[in-house]
């Protein structure tokens, strides 16, 4: 299988990765043979790693963590002008976090021994990967990528939510009341959505505007349930100008996918997003908040190869 690099993110789930990894190590061994072990030690030091990693030439990269973990993973394996640095890198996931979205995404099992079945072997599927302008918290604009969901509105302010509370509850919980209690404070975001270019939506007020590669969000919220990571489409899920009552009817909805039939609510395709606000709008991008409107999400068709069961 060549050179092997597992990067580890030892806080994720609250330091359950950390307790864990002695059974993965083991496991590994066993089961790939000789590999290499980096663990994070800040935000943003999985991007480091992997691109270190890419350069030392790895043949396979293994992200150890939650969502957060693989996407800095992933935007360290993609160059600015949305190309992978290597084509021919493999990554793979041991998915312990706090959402698991992109794992509910991909069908990757929870159980590790189970999800070592998907590390084995040569089989791999190209998955897009989304790039986005953004504008970063200084102001200053920034390129960043995601590999499940970037959304704007109510996503970013859960988020910063549960990013400063404690986890100990697990995902489903965490995001569920980080959701109801963002919600009390949340004002619809007035936004201009323009797709490929050329079918602009004009201004409405957004409660949440979802640019999806994947399906779930938010500690299993099917936000996009017609998502598919190798389409070469975002499916663009926008939820409008709901008010308290629809709010609430809608939210136990998300969990599966039933939200789509209602009214405010679209769902559009395309392979570029423009979304643009004079207001505060943060940006949710697998579950972190790196910056905010206005953006750009551009697809990049097929650019990272996920590792998958033989």
């Avoid at 969502?67 to 493999?90: F, H, K, S, Y």
């Avoid at 400063?164 to 959505?193: C, D, E, H, Q, Y």
């Avoid at 389409?231 to 709010?247: H, Y």
Wanted: charged share 20%; glycine share 12%.
């Amino acid at each position: 299988m060549g050179k092997i690099v597992f990067v580890v993110n030892p806080n994720a789930a609250n330091g359950t990765a950390a307790a864990q990894w002695p059974q993965i190590a083991d496991m590994a061994q066993k089961r790939l043979g000789t590999f290499e072990t980096l663990f994070t030690e800040r935000v943003g030091h999985a991007m480091e790693l992997a691109r270190g990693a890419a350069a030392g030439g790895a043949d396979l990269i293994v992200s150890v963590g939650g969502d957060g973990t693989m996407n800095e993973v992933a935007n360290g394996l993609m160059n600015e002008d949305g190309t992978p640095v290597n084509p021919q890198i493999a990554v793979g996931q041991i998915s312990i976090g706090t959402g698991g979205d992109f794992r509910k995404t991909t069908g990757l099992p929870k159980d590790i021994d189970a999800a070592f079945d998907w590390l084995v072997g040569d089989a791999v599927r190209p998955i897009d990967v989304g790039r986005m302008e953004m504008t970063g918290h200084d102001g200053e604009p920034q390129v960043r990528y995601f590999v499940n969901i970037a959304s704007a509105g109510i996503g970013g302010a859960v988020d910063e939510r549960v990013n400063m509370a404690t986890k100990i509850l697990g995902g489903f919980f965490s995001f569920f009341w980080g959701t109801i209690t963002a919600m009390l404070s949340f004002k619809n975001v007035p936004m201009r959505i323009v797709l490929d270019d050329e079918r602009d939506l004009g201004e409405r007020r957004v409660f949440s505007l979802a640019v999806a590669n994947g399906r779930f969000f938010g500690g299993g919220m099917q936000m996009a349930p017609g998502a598919d990571m190798s389409d070469g489409l975002f499916d663009v899920v926008i939820i409008g100008d709901v008010d308290w009552s629809e709010k609430l009817s809608q939210l136990p909805r998300i969990y599966s996918g039933a939200h789509l039939g209602h009214e405010k609510v679209e769902i559009h395709r395309a392979k570029k997003v423009e979304a643009i606000s004079d207001h505060t709008a943060l940006l949710d991008v697998d579950g972190e908040v790196p910056g905010r409107l206005p953006t750009t999400f551009t697809i990049c068709p097929g650019a990272l190869k996920f590792k998958v069961k033989q």
